[in-house]
């Protein structure tokens, strides 16, 4: 139990680090961690709560009242062409919904002004980006799969969009609402509103209960889309890429022998279900947010094992892992067999520019950190997606000594620019 718990305690600690889930930590080896930190963030661990069910690969446009006139967007001949072009993916985590709190001058301040972007800069970059013609669509539209000889073979498929648009795949990282993340500005769960549509729920830094829907991706993105219907192709949202080891989306699932687990359960399948009938999908983002590339195999093979068990079994059918800390493994190596062997076949990774690679067994797709980090330091490579100086929130700390120097690589693979910051 202890040992379980440190595993937690070092997870919390290096899951900030990984951020631009890009970036890479100290996850085989043993941080240095005082016992301080270790006893703060077990209290932390000790804190929990949970979530659940299926999965879609083509985003049902989000229902409507059954009643409406017939006059389904289908049916209007949309004119489609060929599109030809790289294909954009970009990643955020959870949204910074209470600057006051992440800006603190806590330990994790520094951490969330490298890893994180406020609700402004979100609003201000979805805006860009519909401006540049960009249009969401589902990341399973890109490949086809057939089976042969009784295995899957996976083919590039040839996206077909209204004219004049660039598709655009996004999604978001550690979208488990971790009890770090409770004290430091995010919101707390996604909920069911009263007419079943998700919300967030959190306690304002008064202290005051607040169901908001304009202070996270998901419900944000859901009202963008409703107000502008050619941001989405046929519906689609983004992947939603969770973890399993403090529950998924506010709800402490991971704690299996507790009294909450058959609620938490319940309400998260909840939230589960309209998530998917409202265009968004999953994806592993392994259950113990581990280094795909360094841990051993067996270590890979049993943390997947654990997030089928405990998560798949409420998402449903996933076929998409994205690696934490941006690593990745080599196509030739038991590890990437032992992902494909498990039904992923859409495998991501980060990268500073979009990279898609067809393999029989899996794509391989790289996406971009969208963070303070490349906010500040890699405006002119977003420049065709937004313009950083404008979106940047002045909420921000100033930082006398940016982390990363201005132009320098992406914190992509290895070395992570921030490892000091967060265990300061
Ligand atoms: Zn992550």
């Known amino acids: 139990m202890r040992v379980e718990k440190r595993r937690i305690a070092l997870a919390l600690l290096t899951i ?13 080896g043993d941080p240095q961690v005082s016992t301080g930190q270790i006893q703060a963030q077990q209290q932390l661990a000790d804190k929990v709560d949970q979530a659940a069910e299926s999965m879609t690969s083509s985003p ?38 209470y600057p006051e709190l992440a800006f603190d001058n806590d330990s994790m301040s520094k951490g969330y002004d490298d890893w994180f972007v406020t609700v402004k800069e979100f609003d201000k970059i979805i805006q860009s980006l519909y401006a540049n013609n960009y249009i969401l669509v589902d990341i399973h539209s890109l490949i086809d799969e057939t089976q042969q000889n009784g295995k899957t073979i996976v083919t590039q498929k040839e996206l077909l969009l209204p004219e004049n648009k660039k598709p655009l795949v996004l999604s978001i990282d550690d979208m488990n609402y971790y009890d770090y993340m409770l004290q430091n500005g995010n919101v707390y769960k996604l909920i069911l509103d009263d007419q079943g ?52 989306l506010g709800y402490r699932t991971n704690l ?11 309400e998260a399948l909840k939230v589960i279900k309209r998530l998917k009938e409202t265009g968004w999908t999953f994806a592993s ?29 409420l998402t449903g059918p996933v076929n998409v892992y994205i690696y934490p800390y941006g690593s990745r493994v080599e196509t030739d190596s038991k590890k990437y067999r032992l992902l494909v062997d498990s039904g992923f076949d859409i495998l991501c990774s980060v990268g500073p520019a979009p990279y898609l ?20 330091t890699q405006g002119e490579r977003m420049l065709g997606l937004f313009n950083a100086s404008e979106v940047i929130d002045s909420v921000r700390p100033v930082d006398p000594k940016p982390n990363v120097a201005a132009g320098k690589q992406p914190p992509a693979k290895k070395a992570s620019p921030s490892t000091s910051a967060v265990k300061k």
Not at 231 to 237: I, N, P, V
Request: proline fraction near 8%; charged fraction near 25%; include cysteine.
């Open 16 to 28: 900030l680090v990984c951020s631009g889930c890009a970036v890479n930590q100290a996850s085989g």
């Open 357 to 376: 690679k067809v393999k029989p067994d899996a794509l391989m797709m790289d996406r971009r950190h969208i963070d303070g980090i490349s906010l500040k």
């Open 60 to 97: 049902a446009p989000d229902p409507s009242p059954a009643d409406q006139p017939a006059d389904p967007p289908e049916e209007k001949a949309e004119k489609l062409v060929p599109y030809k072009g790289p294909v954009e993916h970009i990643f955020f985590h959870p949204l910074i919904a």
């Open 256 to 266: 299996l022998d507790s009294p909450t687990y058959a609620t938490e359960k319940e």
């Open 285 to 313: 983002h392994g259950y113990g947010h581990l280094d795909a590339n360094k841990v051993s195999y067996d270590r890979l093979a049993s943390d997947t094992q654990q997030w089928k068990k405990e998560v798949e079994s």
């Open 197 to 248: 549509n998700i919300a967030t729920y959190s306690l304002t830094p008064a202290g005051e209960k607040n169901i908001a829907y304009d202070n996270e991706i998901i419900p944000i993105l859901d009202q963008f889309v409703k107000e502008h219907s050619d941001f989405s192709f046929h519906g689609a949202k983004g992947v939603i890429a969770l973890t399993g080891y403090q529950g998924v």
